[in-house]
């Protein structure tokens, strides 16, 4: 047991980690002697909304079903999803019942968080654009937010461990703990403690909003560090901050007046896409927490949607097993997958695994994933105004 409120992975694997229903299901179904072959679907929306959303997730979904007796096909990660099933399940009920409950969890977490990022990337597609929220959510949800921020493309995420299971290095720099821990008017001692120990591949950017006016610490800092200083944050208080805007032209024009116009310029607290657009001219970068983690989990359902090869689904709910489009148009469309697609129309489901065994590494790579965000984004125009 774990001293903390995991639920550890081995739990998830094996179907524990599963709402008590599905345990009294499979014990119904085993005492019957049933165990039927059906077709089940993960879907958000039963017809195109013209709101899409990202689909992230997949890389967990995928090995949860792995090594179970079933057929998959899934949206690839990364790509703009809108109306019809997101993953169609093939297999005798049993293989997976028990596992609806993490599967959904993977998918509706992940791909909420991945499209709020992408909210973030297109506000300020030329900025960086940092996921700083590790901090709102549940230790055990850290990887899952960084590497959804970074399917929609953001540039970099604070949490250290969360970096360590994904392969990239967290990003960051210093908090006021820092300042405050040197003293009030002490900030060039706080600055400069950070310059001399920590490794020379970290940037050295001070936040300067501690104590006093931007303005005065940041040319304090510039003071302090001179040419060894690469930039300066600024996360102003919601109640000190007046036209954030105006704070960070005034400090961009003194530093550019001393000949220190090379000095990048971030900011973050309590950003969303709307202060992005406001300020992605005059910032080089963000730091963008709670709009990106705390976004509520998309609402995915799984529902059996064929039995025995025959249609069947819970009123509210499309049966047959479906298919989804992307038209020469470049709107969505679902379609029952035993009949042709619309002409010219691009199918998004692709098989992910068959009989157990995963078949389509790409359709849940990161970079690759990214890449196709950013070029869905781009088709769609998301989020242009
Ligand atoms: O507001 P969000 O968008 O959710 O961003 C997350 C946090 O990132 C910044 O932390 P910072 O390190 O500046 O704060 P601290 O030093 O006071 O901990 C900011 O103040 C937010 O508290």
Known sequence: MSEFDIVDAEAVRSGRATDAYFDRTATALEGAGRNPRVVAEVTADQFPTGEFELLAGLKDAVALLSGRDVDVHAIPEGRLFDGGPVMRIEGNYLEFARLETSLLGFLSHASAIATAALDCRVAAPDSQVLSFGARHVHPAMTAAVERSALVAGLDGFSHVAAGDLIGREASGTMPHALSICFG??????????????????????????????????????????????????????????????????????????????????????????????????????????????????????????????????????????????????????????????????????????????????????????????????????????
């Open 184 to 385: 009030r008017g002490e900030q060039e001692a706080a600055w400069r403690a950070f310059d001399e120990a920590v490794d020379e591949s970290v940037p050295r950017i001070a936040l300067c909003d501690t104590y006093s006016d931007e303005v005065d610490e940041v040319l304090r800092a510039v003071d302090a560090l001179g040419d060894r200083l690469d930039g300066v944050r600024l996360d102003t208080t919601g109640s000190r901050r007046g036209d954030f805007r105006h704070i960070v032209r005034e400090v961009n024009w003194e530093l550019d007046a001393r000949g220190h116009g090379d000095v990048d310029v971030y900011v973050s607290g309590g950003l969303g896409p709307a202060d992005l657009r406001r300020l992605r001219d005059v910032v080089d970068g963000f730091g963008v927490g709670g709009y990106v983690s705390n976004a509520d989990p998309v609402d995915f359902a799984l529902d059996i949607v064929a039995v025995e090869g025959e249609p069947a689904a819970k009123r509210g709910k499309l049966s047959g097993a479906k298919a989804v489009y992307r038209t020469a148009e470049g709107d969505h469309a679902v379609g029952l997958a035993a009949r042709d697609g619309p002409a010219d129309a691009e199918p998004l489901m692709e098989p992910v695994i068959r009989g157990g065994e995963v078949v389509a590494d790409d359709a849940f790579d990161l970079d690759a994933a990214t890449e196709r965000a950013l070029a869905d984004a781009e088709r769609v125009g998301y989020g242009s105004e």
